[in-house]
RNA sequence: GCCCAGGUGGCGGAAUUGGUAGACGCGCACGACUCAAACUCGUGUUCCCCUGGAGUGCGGGUUCGAUUCCCGCCCUGGGCACCA
């Protein structure tokens, strides 16, 4: 039987297709296994080596599960909503639609080519109407819901509005932005307009005004997650910070359950600790100080502004994008009282200053006639800078005094309140008490303005607080009066009871995870589904579903700044009112798209209750860990809530999470003469001035030379290169970086399938290294891979129709052992290396039985499928082999009846010594000590201690 | 700065609960086959001052025994970054 891999792929391929080996069955007596991919954004570059390394590991293990009578679910699907795809149609006119099909095309092509068992009759696409449409479902479910913190989950609005009509806000204890109150009788006497104002802060599908991070040259609003640097991860554009009116989720309300539902989750330690770090729970105070009236400006107008709540454009939205608070029922005080956040409330004592954020919503009543200049410059110039510009210098401070004191709380002294830009209105109150004795930012800004720093907190070691402040957690309370004395443990606690006694504060929880902001001006994403009476948003009724995206003319803003949608002819909804114009964003259709492949031709609800229940969490969930912040937490997020609200019957989608590491390209440089078109090889490019110039890695052979005449041809700017030296080889440089169309270190997995067959790549890919790993890409060790496949077909030539030998039946054993433990791991390197191992063993047999043969080809079957199907016909198979039940483990084969024990003399190893299984410590102890070399090791020296570990080890220590 | 992961031959990497460090593969060297080359097969390949010694980033420690456990440091990759 000949190799012939390319061969053997094709028509492998076309079995799978007529058998349609990889379909998923529902309903099924046989137990559910879910294997899941991240799915691709189709984009027009194309898969990379890099791509398939995930999918390749996780096609082993469905196959592996199929093999043990699991019914496996692992399907693909293409994230096809995205900015590349918009970009493209901007320039060119082509309706992203369009382009978006043509790259899923090639995707999925380049996906069958490696023999990836996706069952596509599953397949979801998100800018498929049939599916967007159940995306808006979603989104409509989360306008229609709110979250209870009395119960702990998130319920239907209409439990809230029985709230509202029989007590109104009081005693309300729900996930909110702002302070929304009311009376059971105001919420009586408001109008639909009034209502809705109120239901929006609660809602956890809400429109607020808030400050987005705004990205001019994307023209969009962008979440956090999507915020690298102060750049868009999409494209490397400036971003700001700016107040407008937009759709958000609530996420916020689930920080703590979606904090909880880590421990109980098998991924790995840094991503969750990511996911942690991104809640960012903290314990503290929020404490309240007295604005001393005397200096307050203009004091008239004040006592109104907390009270809102009414009104369609009511002023409390101003902080809507902080987390939500723990009450919901005290008034913030408006002018009179600065509330804030602190950590450590034990160091009250130190507060010699008070700082708020220029964007504080007070700041202006706050300001003294006499500092106002001032401070409005100062808030201009921190308004104008960038998020970038703002991250950059963190090491220069600034700050300026409003001319406002508070009281303290337990001193009566007064504090003097500044305002200055590191501290930030998206967190806490957006306002901090100064203890620059133990705070190095509040410290810094002392220093530079010369107020007064307070140690409060006494340490063992000296501490000088005027030099650098005390930040540790471990010290005793001084200067302090009733906290005197007490640990930091103690004395916050104390801290707080106090101003709880003394209605000043109270205990509290606060996250760093803020509501995502959830419309994109854009035209390439789901509309979302919400209509406009009189200007107060409504959903549309779920039977107008799908809210189809319109047909625009451009895909551009108007000429208002509008969003692209409102080009659309008549874009209002069946009754005629005025629809959204912005868009979802691009985790939107990402978040709950696992939901849909359990059930992806369902008319009438996105999955059936009772397929969610069958097939459940995904029991295997493979991708990269750049969706950490994003992907990860949002469909968490719409997981937990769909479960509260009756859809499903699991709160956390991804039981075990595995990253695959990326792979890395290995660029080729070429050292040109500065100014010229003369290349330089690269060991004499230390003689002449030269600039390192990427060139395609496909022109360059195993000993780094690049080929003159293709190098020339290459690219039109490359022509008439001349070279030094004139003749001979030319040396290129190499490095290892991301692989990247712009580096040009592609390497596609579908060209290299068509040299060396599916298979090779497959093995080759698992064979490098763990898979959570990341490695450069060398084509160097394919022949490795290759030469074992060979070899696994070579063994064909011994097969006999008689029994199975020991010899033969052990290695089978021991592989089907190693096989099955590391698929537990996905520790597929080492099956890689174990199958050679039994392939080379099974090579010194002269003869191997049929059946043994044939459990081989099964054991290859899920790193190999194609080389596997054609030893299975060969062997007269029937069917697939991908369908076979997997060889069962014998143990008795396993077992040894002799040991080769190292002996070691003072740990250091000296000789081996056979000895029977079945021999006793003591029996192995008198055998090592009658055994002629012992004594030479010993020389002369008697034993102190002999140590025998039965089956592994004896040490002979003297 | 804080948090997480990692550091083993020329290279990718392997090593159950602490128990023969370097499996498997690449590369390299030598040999067989061949007129020759490719393919294939075989042998060798951690290093050194080689009857021995050293050795898993560095320095200590625990242990009969440490890549594995503990303490301190260095480096690489990733995450967060004025979060009060």
Known sequence: MEYRPTEWDARAQQLWRDLNVYRADFPSDRNPFYVLDMFPYPSGAGLHVGHPLGYIASDIVSRFKRHQGFNVLHPMGFDAFGLPAEQYAIQTGQHPAVTTEVNIERYREQLNRLGLGFDWNREVQTCDPDYYRWTQWVFIQLFGAWYNKQSERAEPIETLVAHLNARGTEGLNAACHGEPQCTAAEWAAMDAAQREALLQHFRLAYRSESLVNWCPALGTVLANDEVVNGLSERGGHPVVQKPMLQWSMRISAFAQRLLDGLDDLNWSDSIKETQRHWI????????????????????????EVGKAGQGANDPM???????????????????????????????????????????????????????????????????????????????????????????????????????????????????????????????????????????????????????????????????????????????????????????????????RLRDAVFGRQRYWGEPIPIAYRDGVPEALPVDELPLKLPAVDKYLPTEDGEP???????????????LETTTMPGWAGSSWYFLRYMDPKNTNAPVDRSAADYWGQVDLYVGGSEHATGHLLYSRFWTHALHDLGHIGFREPFKRLVNQGMIQGISAFVHRIEGTQTVVSAELAGQYSTQKLHVDVSLVNERNEVDRDSLSTWMPSWAGTEFIPSEGPIKVEREVEKMSKSKYNVVNPDALADQYGADAVRLFEMFLGPIEQSKPWDTQGMSGVVGFLKKSVRLMEKRHDGAASADELRILHQLIDKLQRDVETLSFNTSVSAMMIAVNAWSGIPQLAQSTLRDFAVLLEPFAPHTAEALWAELGGEGSVVLAPYPALNPEYLVKDSINYPVQFNGKTRFQLEMPASASAAEVESAVMAHEKTAHFLEGRSPKKVIVVPGRIVNVVG
């Open 280 to 303: 960012g729970r903290s314990q503290g105070a929020r404490i309240r100080f007295t604005v001393l009236a005397g200096e307050v400006g203009e004091v008239g107008k004040v006592g």
């Open 317 to 511: 939205s101003s902080g809507a994008n902080e987390p939500t608070s723990q009450r919901t029922n005290e008034p913030m005080g408006g002018a009179n009282v600065l509330e804030v956040f602190s950590t450590r409330p034990d160091t009250i004592f130190g507060a010699t200053f008070m700082v708020v954020a220029p964007e504080h919503p007070m700041l202006g009543e706050w300001t003294t006639e006499a500092q106002r200049a001032e401070v409005e410059a100062y808030c201009e110039r921190a308004a104008r800078r960038s998020e970038r510009d703002r991250q950059a210098d963190t090491k220069t401070v600034s700050g300026v005094f409003t001319g406002t004191y508070v009281e303290h709380p337990f001193t009566g002294a007064p504090i003097p309140v500044w305002t200055s830009d590191y501290v930030l209105m998206g967190y806490g109150t957006g306002a901090v008490m100064a203890v620059p004795g133990h705070d190095s930012r509040d410290h810094a800004l002392a220093k530079a303005m010369g107020l007064p720093i307070v140690q409060v907190v006494a340490s063992n070691e000296p501490v000088d607080v005027q030099a650098e402040a005390y930040e540790a957690k471990s010290g005793r309370a001084m200067a302090s009066e009733f906290l005197d004395g007490l640990a930091t443990v103690e004395a916050i606690d104390r801290a707080i009871s106090e101003l709880e006694s003394r209605g000043l504060g109270e205990r509290t929880v606060q996250y």
């Open 564 to 578: 692209p949608l409102a080009r659309a002819e008549r874009w209002v909804s069946a009754e005629g009112l005025p």
